[in-house]
């Protein structure tokens, strides 16, 4: 009798085990099509690419400030085209220029210590696992700078700072009677250059007052020194040391006056403090903060408010194409077939193992 009962209840517990194991394996398969579902309509491509783990960029804010940031180059462009024509051609005093004679190669010096910044400003976004939150803050930060450079420029024109200003500034045209294709040429030539001017032909004049040399080499010291993850922080001592040799080759070059070097410097690391500052504070405090006054803080407070206070975001590096090569390799669209096969295998040869065992 005793035999008899051991052997029903072994069979009962494997039927029970079967049955869980049938509805475990009836979940994974509608969570593997449920992901395979995401993955085929992009929504795994999105979610690797922005990286939510320090909170959500939503893509209209993104584009928002994109949008931003090409009307502000597109301000600087156009405000430069304009007061070309108005700009003098004889240099104001300088304390630098005084002690200093001008160095043309620091020129170049200060061009390559630009490019050099800027290069390690794009690797940290490329490597950088939050790298569309970067993106999102930095593109509205500049934005405004170059707002506020768009509004200097157009306020108050000082002439170039070189000895020869004849030679290095382009004719100007009338200024009671100025053609505006001419100015839209002007600004088709910077946009599709970038902004950047060839130094060894004639330019244009006036781009003084705020620094975008200066601009670009701070932010982007800026930037490394407060996203490089912990295990790299020595390195943000390496673009913030290239900024400064940078600025002192601007004024040196006198491609701008010391005050624009320093106006650019003082604004830059304003603004980018200003932002960070605001992003420290905890959600449910930032309304009663004295920045909130400010109307483009609670713009800032607008785009801020699906992702993980300041200092919160996780600073890790990651490769993310390959991650997402791994991710597609390992992807149930992919594995489906031949993990279905190998369950079918394994079920088989446990029942071939179960009914062995069993006593006749």
């Keep these: 009798m005793l035999p008899v009962v051991e052997k029903s209840f072994f069979i009962f517990h494997l039927q029970l085990t079967q049955e869980e194991k049938k509805n475990s394996e009836a979940y994974e398969e509608e969570e593997e099509k449920e992901e395979e579902k995401e993955y085929g309509n992009g929504k795994f491509t999105r979610y690797l690419i922005m990286n939510v783990t320090g909170g959500r960029v939503e893509l209209r804010k993104l584009l ?115 053609k505006w294709d001419i100015i839209a040429w002007r600004v088709f030539s910077q946009a599709v250059k970038l902004g950047f001017q060839d130094m060894d032909d004639e330019m244009l004049c006036g781009d003084l007052l705020f620094s975008g040399h200066t601009l670009a080499m701070v932010i982007s010291s800026l930037t490394i020194a407060y996203y490089l993850p912990e295990s790299f922080r020595p390195l943000r001592y390496i673009p913030r040391l290239l900024s400064w040799i940078g600025m002192i080759c601007m004024v040196i070059s006198r491609t701008h006056y010391t005050i624009d070097v320093l106006f650019a410097y003082w604004l830059s690391t304003a603004v980018f403090s200003i932002y960070h500052a605001f992003c420290e504070i905890d959600l449910t405090n930032r309304k009663l903060s004295i920045l909130y006054r400010l109307w483009v803080v609670q713009i800032v407070g607008w785009l801020e408010v699906d992702i993980t206070p300041g200092r919160l975001i996780e600073n890790r590096f990651e490769f993310p194409f390959l991650i997402r090569l791994y991710k597609w390799w390992s992807s149930p669209s992919k594995n489906h077939y031949s993990t279905q096969n190998n369950n079918c295998h394994h079920q088989k040869q446990q029942q071939v193992s179960v009914s062995s065992a069993l006593p006749i």
């Excluded at 600087?76 to 051609?89: E, S």
């Excluded at 200060?110 to 999102?136: E, P, W, Y």
């Excluded at 930060?141 to 002439?159: F, K, N």
């Design 64 to 178: 928002f400030v994109l949008t931003f940031l090409t009307l502000a180059a597109f301000g600087n462009w156009i405000a430069l085209a304009y007061i070309h024509d108005f700009v003098g051609r004889e240099a104001l005093p300088d304390i630098v220029f005084s002690v200093v004679p001008e160095l043309l190669w620091t020129l170049k010096v200060g061009d390559a210590m630009v490019t050099l910044c800027s290069t390690f400003f794009f690797t940290l976004l490329f490597l950088h696992k939050n790298r569309l939150i970067i993106i999102q803050r930095i593109a509205f930060i500049v934005a405004c700078l170059y707002t506020m450079r768009t509004i200097s420029l157009l306020c108050t024109q000082l002439p170039p700072g070189y000895i020869d200003n004849n030679k290095r500034c382009r004719n100007q045209s009338n200024r009671t009677g100025q």
